[in-house]
């Protein structure tokens, strides 16, 4: 744990920066990564523990690979509710510290959290009573092994989502406040045990290291636990710092939740339409030759591919907290350019990682899945297309990112429909099956789509390139016209 005192001492030229200085002149980049850096580094982390991670359950059965590939979906929907939530309360906060309101941003952290609590546990009930259901709609009928295997690991992840609610609540009301170092070593703790306990309740036996040999489960307990303690260290923590006592034994205030929640509810509705198309773009993929190997390549590429997005979203979140601190100063032009320096410096690191993995893709999934010859041929011809678009991907995320801060929410959700609904999810049925092909039957009579050029996961993994570069151009076009500038939170 470390001292408020030294996060204080540490962050003290950014908050002159942020609150002393109002001239123009200040070094956008320098005042950036004065904020994105430590969140950078514990991206970094976190890609390190979703490749170790894949290395674990890589290892296993290819029915587990698939289970896991098709948890994806879910997992990612799940984690972005908190996501949420900690972006309604982030916003509110760095709104309130940017305006010099000590009482306002401590009382909206203390709800924020409390809110983060009753959802974590709502959210994680949904999960363990829809578990065998999302198994049955997400993976092919005949692979019986990948959908118990599913079903087992999401009802042991959904003990996780309580700590995760909390975690990402107080990691976003530190943030909003300018710190981003005390998450940095928290979460960086986290992940450190979180691989340790990988590395104890996946398999019997690594190298001499005893196991519990508790396969996927153990994968989704190990979160769990680690999880759970890097909740209260926070809890604890933040008690040191600005944000005093954050926790409070009740549900929030009426007037709070809703205030949170009008910047929260927009960005879950963008997490849902995201997922959900995730959603049917894995459907897509259960009726294309293969379709259990395509499920968890996409699983393994989508780990490699963090490798390129990673700074992205360490410097979306500094946007955030900075065009947040801004507007609360009164200074829309020193928000949009810190939110065209967030972008522009995010598409610069996203291209030069994109490089290497377009050229190491192969031997990078054969270390995460040792031998599975078709399963490494599937994830390559992904990642080398995704990689064309990346850097539209990283603008779309960093400028969504600057928006949410400003309280804006609502147009990244359109942003998302229409390249995900309106796009993706029609262009992978179109590219990937071939015309009338069954997908389901209703009255006797089975339904599918009038056209189709039958190419397979080659298909579906040409649709999710495509869109990744249209979330990007349409987030430039949007960002550029500056109507999150007039948002009120």
């Known amino acids: ?43 970094s982390l976190q890609v390190l523990n979703t490749l170790l991670d894949r290395f674990f359950i890589g290892h296993l059965p290819e029915a587990a690979i698939t289970a896991h590939g098709a948890s994806t979906s879910v997992m990612f929907l799940l984690f972005t509710l908190a996501i949420s939530v900690a972006t309604g309360t982030t916003a509110v906060v760095s709104r309130a510290f940017g305006a010099g309101n000590s009482a306002e941003f401590r009382r909206a952290s203390r709800e924020g959290l409390s ?3 009753a959802c974590g546990l709502l959210v994680a009930a ?83 290291i005893p196991g519990a040999g508790l396969g996927m489960p153990g994968a989704a307990l190990a979160l769990s636990i680690s999880a759970w303690v890097s909740a209260v260290v926070y809890v604890v923590y933040t008690r040191q710092t600005p944000l005093q006592s954050a926790w409070v034994w009740r549900l929030p205030h009426r007037e709070w939740a809703v205030r949170i929640l009008k910047i929260a509810a927009p960005q879950a509705l963008m997490a849902l339409l995201r997922i959900s198309s995730l959603g049917a773009f894995q459907v897509a993929l259960k009726f294309v030759p293969n379709g259990s190997t395509a499920i968890g390549a996409m699983s393994i590429a989508f780990a490699i591919e963090s490798i390129m997005i990673m700074p992205s979203f360490g410097l979306a979140a500094a946007a955030g907290a900075l065009v947040g601190q801004s507007l609360g100063m009164r200074r829309p032009d020193r928000a949009e350019r810190l939110g065209w320096t967030a972008g522009a410096h995010g598409a610069l690191v996203t291209a030069l990682l994109a490089i290497p993995v377009f050229f190491f893709a192969g031997p990078m999934a054969s270390m995460l899945l040792g031998d599975k010859r078709e399963m490494i041929a ?47 999810v029609p262009l992978a049925y179109i590219l990937a099956l071939h015309p009338h092909q069954p997908l389901l039957s209703l009255a006797g009579h ?44």
């Open 115 to 117: 809110l983060a609590f």
């Open 1 to 43: 744990m470390v001292p408020w005192s030294f996060v204080a001492l540490t962050s003290r030229p950014l908050e002159a920066d942020l609150q002393e200085d109002p001239e123009p002149r200040e070094h956008a980049g320098r005042v950036l990564w004065a904020l994105a850096w430590p969140a950078v580094a514990l991206n």
């Open 446 to 489: 089975s339904l599918g789509i009038p056209i189709g050029l039958g190419l397979g996961a080659l298909g579906a993994w040409i649709s999710m390139a495509i869109t990744q570069g249209i979330q990007g151009v349409m987030a430039l076009f949007v960002y550029r016209q500056g109507s999150w500038k007039l948002k009120h939170v």
């Open 378 to 424: 599937t994830t390559v011809q992904l990642l080398r297309l995704l990689v064309f678009t990346e850097v539209g991907f990283a603008y779309a995320m960093i400028l969504f990112g600057a928006m949410q801060g400003a309280g804006d929410t609502a147009r990244p959700t359109w942003i998302s429909l229409v390249a995900l609904w309106g796009v993706r």
């Open 126 to 208: 949904v999960a363990v009573l829809t578990a065998r259901a999302c198994s049955s709609a997400l993976l092919p009928a005949n692979d019986h092994a990948a959908q118990a295997l599913m079903a087992r690991f999401l009802t042991v992840y959904a003990s996780a989502l309580p700590p995760i609610f909390i975690i990402q609540v107080l990691a976003g009301s530190l943030r909003g406040i300018g710190d981003t170092r005390s998450s940095m070593v928290i979460s960086g703790l986290q992940i450190f045990l979180h691989m340790a306990l990988n590395c104890v309740l996946v398999f019997p036996h690594l190298g001499p």
